[in-house]
């Protein structure tokens, strides 16, 4: 193995995506939040514009939730994992790790300190935002849990499920208390009005389901069902919500629509069931059928069902397929039938924003006119309409161009900024040529458009091959090209002006090859042209004469991209078998056969001068070689889906990808040396710890009361070990401080004894000056709050009851008591009856309960004094601008009082006299 040490690559830009298959959400200010791949954009949709930009974790985000003050966002992962953000910081408060599978649903409480989230692996989870740490895990469901809703007070919530079912929650009591099983198939969605108690559930079936919470004598809530009510569309339902003021209702189905109902008043839905039970009875007198008269006929005469209370209200469709829908405004209370002030925002499937708004008037909607919705803003431009599909950077480096379904776009690589839009056709491959004042791009009808980049216009469209046009390569010289197509021919090309001065593509030579052609190149010095071919070979011609020069076989599929290195004596070569050959051009022999990816090789180059290459696969990873040691220097991962473009500046600082996800990103070479073992073993030890963590996340730990809808909230993850391994090590290291006191003691006693000088003692500087309690409780900080629970519940008998002896020691000192008494409770809570067992911990348990006790009941009377003087000084500041207040009412008196003496020189005679 070779120790030479490279230079790491590091993530630096990703753009190019406007919205993906994340939620999208209205913020405050008019503002959209919506999801763009990992990140999180804050966009204006009248300017088009960027307003601020959230990252954190290689996960997308599958779920979102906006405070009632629009001042934080409580968003879903992919990954299982639930992160707070403060949207007025634009920074991330907290991170949430309770799911094994992605997050489906996410709710919050009004004042955003309770979070509750529902996952795909059937589980709900409470979390405490201001603790960071999970409350607790609500089990029931039998499938995954598809939306969440929670009430204004927090204390109960409703969850639906693919298992057919709508279940009603007591969060105080952790336990579920109904379960509605009104679905025919999947409940994808809930709406929940909690002030007026309306719910409203769907999914895949034709019809809603209304329903209302209501509150027996007893003070039992239940949902009391109203029945079904039809809906547009046949779709599934994706999403449903309630306007603020809980007048409208947005359905937003799988395919082109949204629906906005109208939720009628008690009258109204009174006078629509009495004519509703109007027509029934006069069918029944036609038909000469008598009604039955029962006991109950009465009461059944007096309600109401779903279909008079729901109004079908009006149908947004879209020109494509809509991924999520927002809906804002409503009028104010008691104006509902007015549509002023509603905007609808969605984001379709080819990765636009849209924003619908309606400006009907109340007497519009009184006289009953049909009401539609206009389409506001769109935000498109700044982002793919589907996946990019080939990148390339300028010879100066400085600008970037992507081709993605129809569209040719120019970027500047330093900022993302998008410069030029240009239609050109269904686009496969893309260069530059003429330097950087011209680009080439193959269409997939045949077609070489050449464009200019400053103008953004295509000057020359020539038919190049009777099939696709599969890769373009460029001469060094600049003014020449050759491209590859599925006619099975090479073509050479050059530019030429016009009669009438423009720049025109001239076909110069045409080669005619054994298969058809997917990948071409042209080497750095302009004496080889290889091409791969789909036959699994590839074939290395002369430049100057066109001779064949190698036909190079081993691939066992097509081979998908080839490139040179700069000196012309390495070609590397990707294919579909998912395997990279570098091949020596001096006899064509085969020098190593990597096996690269886990999926097809799309692209490779080198970097120039050297014999360093990078190749990109649909395994979503991009992985840097050596090409004389045959070594992996380092695997980058962050796209979302197949990568299909690569491209590595001339100075080899940057890296440009281009993915299936419609994201760009850069990468850029950092100061910050790699090496390739290190990062090997790196690797095998995140493989391992991949496989401890599921070991661990089998084995069910704690008393959880008995309950069996509830559970403790949170996941073993590689951070809950990695914290519990750096608290062992810590615990080791203390017994050894431990051991090594009580032999310096004895070594001072035995030095008395002879009367020699004590040895000195010496300080570890491991434990920063600190001493053993401080540095316990320095340990116990560094682990986040929120994996603090599973990292204690890990460890194994013997540590935790090492932990729990430390702790009790750190409660007779009155170190941090709330962080000692939880990690006491959570190592009493798993081992409870071994420790109860054990000699060394049984004694020391008593003495646990004693100070916990005594510890928490002074913490918490200091609590109570300190409310209790915040309490004072809140009524003190009241009174003080109250009498402040009433001074300042008595000096304008006086002010004013004196002023009309002024203006009135008579009130002062009488005054005087």
């Known amino acids: 193995m070779s120790n030479k040490s490279y230079l790491r690559y590091e993530p630096e830009l990703t753009f190019g995506c406007v919205a993906s298959q994340g939620p999208v959400r209205w913020l405050n200010k008019g503002m959209l939040l919506a999801t763009a791949a990992q990140q999180l954009i804050a966009w204006k949709p009248k300017t088009k514009a960027k307003a601020f930009v959230l990252t954190h974790g290689d996960a997308e985000a599958s779920a979102m939730s906006i405070s009632d003050d ?42 955003g300190g309770l979070v509750i989230s529902a996952g795909a692996d059937s589980d709900v989870v409470v979390w405490d935002v201001v603790a960071e740490a999970g409350l607790f895990r609500l089990k029931g469901h039998r499938d995954a849990v598809t939306c969440v809703a929670l009430s204004e007070d927090s204390a109960q919530a409703i969850t639906g499920s693919k298992d057919g079912t709508v279940r009603l929650w007591d969060l105080e009591q952790q336990r579920c208390v ?42 039992a809530w239940s949902l009391k069902g109203y029945g079904p009510f039809s809906r547009a569309g046949t779709d599934r339902v994706a999403r449903l919500q309630w306007c603020a003021q809980g007048h409208r209702l947005m359905c937003q189905t799988n395919d082109k629509n949204v629906q906005l109902m109208r939720l009628r008043s008690d009258v109204e839905a009174t006078h629509k069931a009495e004519r509703r039970r109007k027509r029934e009875k006069s069918k029944k007198n036609d038909s000469g059928s008598t009604p039955i008269q029962t006991e109950n006929s009465g009461e059944s005469s007096l309600s109401t069902k779903a279909s ?23 009028g104010m209370e008691g104006d509902d039938s007015s549509l002023n002030g509603i905007k609808i925002a969605v984001s379709t499937a080819d990765g636009r924003l849209e924003v619908h708004s ?14 539609s919705m206009t389409r506001q803003f769109v935000v498109e431009a ?7 599909r080939a990148v390339c950077l300028s ?6 161009l992507s081709v993605a379904g129809t569209e040719a776009k120019f970027w500047t690589s330093f900022s993302g900024q998008l410069t030029r839009t240009v239609e050109v056709g269904p686009a496969i491959c893309a260069r530059w040529a003429h330097g950087d004042r011209y680009a080439l791009v193959g269409c997939k009808t045949g077609e070489a458009v050449l464009l200019d980049s400053f103008n953004g216009e295509i000057i020359n469209r020539v038919e190049a091959h009777q099939g696709p046009v599969w890769s373009i390569a460029e001469h060094p010289s600049l003014l020449q090209f050759a491209t590859a197509g599925a006619d099975k021919k090479l073509s050479f090309w050059s530019l030429g002006t016009a009669e009438d001065g423009n720049i025109v593509m001239q076909r110069s030579t045409e080669i005619a ?9 042209i080497s750095a010095q302009g004496k080889y042209v290889s091409v791969a071919l789909l036959d699994n070979t590839l074939r290395v011609f002369f430049m100057d004469s066109f001779k064949l020069f190698l036909s190079l076989y081993g691939h066992r599929l097509p081979v998908l991209c080839c490139h040179t290195s700069s000196d012309e004596r390495l070609m590397v070569s990707g294919s579909a078998d998912k395997n990279v050959r570098i091949w020596g051009l001096d006899f064509g022999d085969c020098h190593k056969s990597l096996f690269a990816h886990d999926d097809s090789v799309m692209a490779v180059q080198f970097v120039k001068k050297t014999h360093l290459f990078f190749s990109a696969g649909k395994d979503k990873t991009i992985k840097y ?7 992996c220097i380092m695997v980058l991962n962050g796209h979302l889906s197949e990568i299909w473009g690569l491209s590595v500046s001339g100075d080899g600082e940057t890296v440009v990808t281009g993915s299936h996800d419609r994201t760009i990103r850069t990468w850029k070479r950092s100061d910050e040396p790699v090496f390739p073992e290190e990062e090997r073993q790196n690797r095998l030890e995140a493989e391992m710890e991949k496989d401890t963590v599921a070991e661990l996340a089998g084995v069910k730990r704690g008393f959880t009361g008995g309950n069996e809808e509830s559970d403790r909230a949170g996941r073993v993850t590689r951070d809950t070990v990695e914290a519990a391994s750096r608290l062992s090590e810590a615990l080791e290291l203390l017994d050894h401080e431990t051991k090594r006191r009580q032999e310096w003691l004895a070594d001072c006693a035995a030095a008395k004894e002879r009367k020699n000088p004590e040895p000195e003692w010496i300080e570890n500087p491991i434990l920063l000056g600190l001493d053993q309690q401080a540095y316990l409780i320095r340990c116990l900080k560094s682990i986040r709050a929120s994996c603090l629970e599973q990292a204690v519940l890990v460890l194994p008998f013997e540590t935790a009851a090492g932990l729990l002896l430390r702790l009790c020691s750190c409660l007779q000192s009155n170190h941090d008591v709330e962080l000692c008494v939880k990690s006491c409770l959570l190592i009493v809570s798993a081992h409870d009856a071994r420790l109860a067992l054990d000699k060394k911990t049984a004694g020391a348990l008593e003495a646990v309960r004693k100070l916990m006790r005594s510890r928490v009941a002074s913490l918490r009377n200091k609590i109570g004094s300190n409310v209790a003087g915040l309490r004072v000084c809140l009524q003190y500041t009241k009174d003080s601008q109250l009498s402040v207040g009433e001074a300042n009412e008595a000096n304008d008196l006086q002010d004013s009082s004196a002023l009309k003496d002024v203006m009135d020189p008579f009130a002062l005679s009488k005054r005087g006299k």
């Open 382 to 388: 700044a982002g793919h309409r589907s996946d990019v």
């Open 513 to 521: 090859i054994a298969d058809s052609a997917l990948a071409v190149d």
């Open 358 to 371: 309606s400006n009907t008037s109340n007497a519009d909607a009184e006289d009953g006119k049909d009401t």
């Open 395 to 400: 010879k100066d480096d400085q600008r970037i």
């Open 625 to 631: 070689w050596d090409g004389d040691t045959f070594e």
């Open 308 to 330: 008079d209370w729901i109004d079908s209200g009006m149908l947004l469709t879209c020109h494509t397929k809509i991924r999520h829908a927002d809906v804002i405004g409503g």
């Open 178 to 219: 109904q379960t509605l099983a009104c679905h025919r198939s999947e409940v994808w969605s809930v709406a929940w009005h909690s002030r007026d108690g309306w719910l409203v559930s769907g999914g895949a079936d034709s019809d809603l389901q209304l329903s209302r919470l209501e509150q027996d004598q007893e003070g």
């Open 70 to 111: 629009g001042t934080r966002a409580f968003v879903g992962h992919t990954d299982g994992s639930v992160t707070v953000w403060n949207l007025e910081e634009n920074e991330l408060v907290c991170q949430l790790d309770g799911h094994k599978s992605p997050v489906l649903g996410v709710a919050a409480s009004q004042d």
